[in-house]
């Protein structure tokens, strides 16, 4: 059997009798959670990364384990990763981006391994039931991954709110909807019950480029001004450099992604991967300008 922890339906001391109604809720919660652990299980891992502990989930037969970046310290670094039946593997780190606290590690083995499916963190309603899963103070080699009950607070975009009681260790792990599928991934953690953070899912889509094969580098520092981005400077050897970028260009698109005041260049370029030829658009004497640049990989020029 296992223990759940059930926020919003506590008894204040009262028995069952004086409360008839919340049975039902809770017998039917307690089946569905039994089934949403037995699917799920497989794939939540705990992770030991340089000291940091956290949880993750795998999401792919080949191994691909989303986390918050928060839970490792930089791209390339070896993790050990920890799972359900007791092994234990290596992995590395591919991408992250700490302003979103998203991030990704492949298991260096190959599969297939256990994965479950992504949702749609979109069609999540506030008072949804879901599911917080992870290892509550970091992976413990006799305890399995914990299950715990809430329901959605909050449906922002950006940020899922939850009722989930999680706790430090559990970052990085999964909120699942009642069927299992993966809809989140536990990022910020407080006192308050109500005051648990989760990315969510479609997140993790939009920048899944940048994640798999790392953060991409375009090679210029810029500055926002009416209408564009303008170049700073140009890093000698980067992809903008070699397609010939020059520091005084206003860069006005960047493949479809037209210029957005309040949006950061990163930002934008996080929805593309390494290696990927993109066309950017620039005012440059008077005239627009298109070029194609190659981008490149971060590490390759940031120590």
């Given at each position: 059997?296992?223990?759940?922890?059930?926020?919003?339906?506590?008894?204040?001391?009262?028995?069952?009798?004086?409360?008839?109604?919340?049975?039902?809720?809770?017998?039917?919660?307690?089946?569905?959670?039994?089934?949403?652990?037995?699917?799920?299980?497989?794939?939540?891992?705990?992770?030991?990364?340089?000291?940091?502990?956290?949880?993750?989930?795998?999401?792919?037969?080949?191994?691909?384990?989303?986390?918050?970046?928060?839970?490792?310290?930089?791209?390339?670094?070896?993790?050990?990763?920890?799972?359900?039946?007791?092994?234990?593997?290596?992995?590395?780190?591919?991408?992250?981006?700490?302003?979103?606290?998203?991030?990704?590690?492949?298991?260096?083995?190959?599969?297939?391994?256990?994965?479950?499916?992504?949702?749609?963190?979109?069609?999540?309603?506030?008072?949804?039931?879901?599911?917080?899963?992870?290892?509550?103070?970091?992976?413990?080699?006799?305890?399995?991954?914990?299950?715990?009950?809430?329901?959605?607070?909050?449906?922002?975009?950006?940020?899922?709110?939850?009722?989930?009681?999680?706790?430090?260790?559990?970052?990085?792990?999964?909120?699942?909807?009642?069927?299992?599928?993966?809809?989140?991934?536990?990022?910020?953690?407080?006192?308050?019950?109500?005051?648990?953070?989760?990315?969510?899912?479609?997140?993790?889509?939009?920048?899944?480029?940048?994640?798999?094969?790392?953060?991409?580098?375009?090679?210029?520092?810029?500055?926002?001004?009416?209408?564009?981005?303008?170049?700073?400077?140009?890093?000698?050897?980067?992809?903008?450099?070699?397609?010939?970028?020059?520091?005084?260009?206003?860069?006005?698109?960047?493949?479809?992604?037209?210029?957005?005041?309040?949006?950061?260049?990163?930002?934008?370029?996080?929805?593309?991967g390494p290696g990927e030829v993109i066309e950017i658009g620039v005012f440059r004497g008077g005239e627009r300008e298109v070029f194609e640049v190659s981008l490149g990989y971060r590490k390759e020029f940031v120590?």
């Amino acid at each position: 059997m296992i223990g759940l922890a059930v926020a919003g339906l506590a008894s204040d001391g009262a028995s069952d009798d004086d409360q008839p109604e919340a049975k039902p809720v809770l017998q039917d919660l307690e089946r569905k959670s039994v089934q949403v652990y037995d699917k799920v299980l497989p794939a939540v891992v705990g992770i030991r990364a340089r000291g940091s502990r956290g949880s993750g989930v795998i999401v792919s037969e080949d191994g691909l384990v989303l986390t918050a970046a928060h839970v490792f310290a930089e791209e390339g670094q070896f993790a050990t990763v920890y799972l359900a039946d007791g092994r234990s593997v290596r992995a590395v780190a591919r991408g992250r981006d700490e302003g979103l606290d998203t991030g990704m590690l492949e298991i260096v083995e190959k599969g297939p391994w256990p994965f479950i499916e992504l949702g749609d963190s979109g069609a999540m309603e506030r008072g949804a039931w879901c599911f917080a899963l992870g290892h509550p103070g970091g992976y413990v080699s006799d305890r399995p991954p914990v299950i715990r009950i809430g329901r959605l607070i909050d449906d922002d975009p950006d940020l899922l709110q939850t009722d989930c009681a999680i706790v430090s260790g559990d970052s990085g792990g999964p909120l699942v909807d009642q069927y299992g599928r993966l809809v989140g991934i536990h990022s910020r953690i407080f006192r308050r019950l109500s005051r648990n953070f989760h990315v969510p899912v479609d997140r993790y889509r939009e920048g899944w480029a940048a994640l798999r094969h790392g953060t991409p580098f375009l090679g210029v520092g810029v500055s926002h001004i009416g209408g564009g981005w303008y170049v700073d400077r140009v890093v000698p050897n980067s992809g903008a450099a070699r397609a010939g970028l020059k520091r005084g260009d206003v860069i006005l698109s960047i493949g479809e992604n037209k210029y957005e005041k309040r949006r950061a260049l990163v930002d934008v370029l996080r929805t593309f991967g390494p290696g990927e030829v993109i066309e950017i658009g620039v005012f440059r004497g008077g005239e627009r300008e298109v070029f194609e640049v190659s981008l490149g990989y971060r590490k390759e020029f940031v120590e």
